[in-house]
Antibody, heavy 120, light 108 residues
Framework: EVQLVESGGGLVKPGGSLRLSCAAS????????MNWVRQAPGKGLEWVSS????????YYADSVKGRFTISRDNAKNSLYLQMNSLRAEDTAVYYC?????????????WGQGTLVTVSS | EIVLTQSPATLSLSPGERATLSCRAS??????LAWYQQKPGQAPRLLIY???NRATGIPARFSGSGSGTDFTLTISSLEPEDFAVYYC??????????FGPGTKVDIK
């Protein structure tokens, strides 16, 4: 069974940092591109970042470029998101999600999410 | 950036009725469109990918159609568990992606 379990969320002050983790199991993690998607309270979904299976290709939404860093450790079946210079507008539930292997990159499995709250 | 518009914002229907949800893109996304269902407190679930392909385990009452800029998600006969928010997503310039604002399907 495919499982994605996020951790690392919490309350942080504006300007602070946080590192999110996503532990993957039930599939060959090293074969899949992975993503972070966030959802502000009561709002819609926003794609944040993607990383290819071997970390060769990394992409960010403009809203987080220069502040967030995505990475992965295929030996540990883990995905990470280092978030620096956090702002109030970064407050959201952060989901890790797997790229579907076929087709045009839909996201076929999602974790349960971890809440990040940026507030003084 | 490609903007997705979903209509209606809310759809009030009864169990057993047919639901038709629309997603329109500001420019062509070919067939690179997916649909997700999200229930309160849960992660999104993939329903349809590449405009018309059902994801693994998705019931046949869910179907998708369209290409270019206009897409439709149809639920042929609403079950009680189908009342949720539905999002469309485009990924025509992978991996960059945008989501629509969602359509809430609630019980009439």
């Amino acid at each position: 069974e495919v499982q994605l379990v996020e951790s690392g969320g919490g309350l942080v002050k504006p300007g602070g940092s946080l590192r999110l983790s996503c532990a993957a199991s039930g599939f060959t993690f090293s074969s899949y591109s992975m993503n972070w998607v966030r959802q502000a309270p009561g709002k819609g979904l926003e794609w944040v970042s993607s990383i290819s299976s071997s970390s060769s290709y990394i992409y960010y939404a403009d809203s987080v470029k220069g502040r967030f860093t995505i990475s992965r450790d295929n030996a540990k079946n883990s995905l990470y998101l280092q978030m620096n210079s956090l702002r109030a507008e970064d407050t959201a539930v952060y989901y890790c999600a797997r790229d579907l292997l076929v087709g045009a990159g839909a996201l076929d499995y999602w974790g349960q999410g971890t809440l990040v709250t940026v507030s003084s | 950036e490609i903007v997705l518009t979903q209509s209606p914002a809310t759809l009030s229907l009864s169990p057993g009725e047919r639901a038709t949800l629309s997603c329109r893109a500001s420019q062509s996304v070919s067939s690179y469109l997916a649909w997700y269902q999200q229930k309160p407190g849960q992660a999104p679930r993939l329903l349809i990918y590449d405009a018309s392909n059902r994801a693994t385990g998705i019931p046949a009452r869910f179907s998708g159609s369209g290409s270019g800029t206009d897409f439709t998600l149809t639920i042929s006969s609403l079950e009680p568990e189908d009342f949720a928010v539905y999002y469309c997503q485009q990924r025509s310039n992978w991996p960059f992606s945008t989501f629509g604002p969602g359509t809430k399907v609630d019980i009439k």
